[in-house]
């Protein structure tokens, strides 16, 4: 079984845990972060982005989700054994860096300019 997400895939998320990750870190829990990940989003944004998703948005801005929901499951995945990695700095490392994505995306996703993009690209309308 592999994680269910509307706007990530559980190969995004492995890529971002690395090889230390604790296998008891379960396919469940990582749907539970992801499920929490786009509730987090679409209340940030102000827009749900889970029934856009399924609409068909463009790949740019799926790719955008994507990384947010990929960062913030991984994120909870370092954070639920930080014992698993070489030392903790590493696993604090990779959390840090993973917030750096999170807050670019929700920058990017809350961007005016951006927006328009997002719901139409040629008219700026849902």
């Known amino acids: 079984m592999v994680m269910t997400s509307i706007m990530t895939t559980d190969a995004e998320v492995l890529a971002k845990l690395g090889t230390q990750i604790d296998t008891?870190?379960?396919?469940?829990?990582k749907t539970a972060?992801?499920?929490q990940a786009e509730s987090i989003l679409n209340c940030l944004c102000i827009y749900d982005f889970?029934?856009?998703?399924t609409?068909?948005?463009?790949?740019?801005t799926k790719g955008i989700l994507s990384d947010f929901v990929s960062s913030f499951v991984a994120r909870q995945g370092i954070r639920w054994n930080m014992g698993a990695y070489t030392t903790r700095f590493e696993a604090e490392d990779m959390i840090l860096d993973l917030d750096d994505s999170m807050k670019l995306d929700i920058q990017l996703l809350r961007n005016k300019s951006v927006q328009k993009f997002i719901t139409d690209k040629t008219t700026g309308t849902v």
């Open 24 to 29: 008891n870190f379960t396919d469940a829990m």
């Open 33 to 35: 972060a992801g499920l």
């Open 50 to 53: 889970s029934a856009a998703a």
């Open 55 to 60: 609409a068909g948005l463009d790949s740019a």
